[in-house]
């Protein structure tokens, strides 16, 4: 598994073969066990890389690429980035009022 920490997405975005390498490593950064690291520390870390990864998929999508399965892989990368920031979003306990 690759190690994401300063990691400039946009730039390996530009290519296919590096896109989809990096959506079977993002699976495997996303499907760590939580026992591994403290809870906070791993759902922070998770939320910052799948929001650099959204924001270098928007910039990769709004630019014109020929490859249809180029596209493809980004915007699987974007859904996969998506769905792991929504999962590492702190749940927030329902609002109760009180009389």
Do not use: W
Not at 29 to 39: A, G, M, N, Q
Not at 56 to 67: P, V, Y
């Amino acid at each position: 598994m690759r190690n994401f920490k300063g990691v400039n997405f946009a730039t390996l975005l530009c290519s296919k073969e590096e896109t989809q390498q990096l959506l079977p490593d993002l699976k495997e950064f996303l499907s760590r066990s939580r026992t591994d690291f403290p809870s906070s520390r791993t759902d922070a870390e998770r939320r910052q890389i799948c929001d650099t990864i959204l924001r270098a998929c928007t910039q990769q999508l709004t630019a014109k690429l020929d490859c249809p399965g180029h596209l493809r892989s980004i915007l699987d990368l974007a859904e996969l980035a998506c769905d792991g920031y929504l999962l590492s979003t702190p749940q927030r306990p329902p609002l109760y009022l009180e009389r």
